[in-house]
């Protein structure tokens, strides 16, 4: 698993450089839309087809969905759904956009902007780590589990969502070096809420493509951060309030059936 991150890791990178190189500058948003969304539309049809393969045998996936949609009903399943899409708008759009922001605000080069991307990636990827051995040694000691999932999940929205307004509010248009140390705190912050599901594909199939329009239509980073941000307190909201902590009845009929 690690070694297939690490393969996959220089997917985006590469995409961005061919198209900057060879996508003519009025087309390479669409360009950019497009690639992204079929890697995401591949990513949810393989959250569709796997349960199938997995539980082979008709009769068994037709039962296996109806006892799945008491536990999607339930609102600490949906919370956990509201704030993956809503955090993952943001994971995915800024790991599309980020090297056309700091381009386009700060006339960044396409050989000096591996600099300003390189680092929030590295700090999100290590926060990553450090977080789940964290939230382990929290709810080991505290034995609430719901209390330290909402904490962290909470902490790592509303802090990303935060640094986005004040990257890319106007003051910020002269110093590079403060934007990019404001967003890599926001990204190591979002790192400690990581974690995927459908609902975080359905944002990455989303986002990228509406984050071109947008632009296209006003050019307005800050309203692009501002819709992020929004998804980021509405997500924070809606977990903090539904959110459970428990092995939820229904949840464990479904394991207990596929063991």
């Not at 956009?97 to 080069?109: E, H, I, N, Q």
């Amino acid at each position: 698993r690690v070694l297939l991150g690490l393969g996959e890791g220089v997917a985006f990178p590469a995409v961005h450089s061919l198209i900057a190189r060879h996508v003519p500058s009025d087309q390479q948003s669409t360009a950019v839309g497009i690639t992204t969304a079929a890697s995401y539309l591949g990513a949810a049809g393989a959250f569709l087809v796997t349960p199938l393969v997995i539980r082979t045998g008709g009769t068994k996936i037709l039962a296996g969905l109806r006892d799945l949609m008491p536990l999607l009903q339930r609102r600490e399943v949906i919370a956990i759904c509201v704030a993956q899409y809503t955090q993952s708008w943001g994971l995915y759009g800024l790991i599309n956009w980020l090297p056309t922001f700091f381009s386009d605000v700060y006339g960044v080069t396409l050989e000096e902007v591996g600099g300003f991307t390189f680092v929030p990636y590295v700090v999100q990827g290590t926060v990553g780590v450090a977080a789940g051995v964290l939230a382990d040694k929290l709810v080991k000691d505290s034995g609430d589990r719901r209390r330290v999932r909402v904490m962290l999940q909470v902490l790592g929205m509303l802090g990303p969502g935060v640094c986005l307004i004040v990257a890319a509010s106007p003051g910020m248009e002269s110093q590079p070096d403060a934007a990019r140390n404001i967003i890599t705190a926001g990204l190591g912050l979002s790192a400690l809420s990581l974690g995927g599901n459908t609902s975080a594909t359905i944002a990455g199939f989303l986002s990228v493509p509406v984050t071109g329009l947008l632009l296209d239509w006003t050019n307005s980073w800050f309203l692009v951060f501002g819709i992020t941000a929004a998804h980021y307190f509405l997500g924070a909201i809606i977990y903090q309030a539904w959110a459970g902590g428990e092995v939820l009845p229904e949840d464990g009929k479904i394991a207990y059936e596929l063991q």
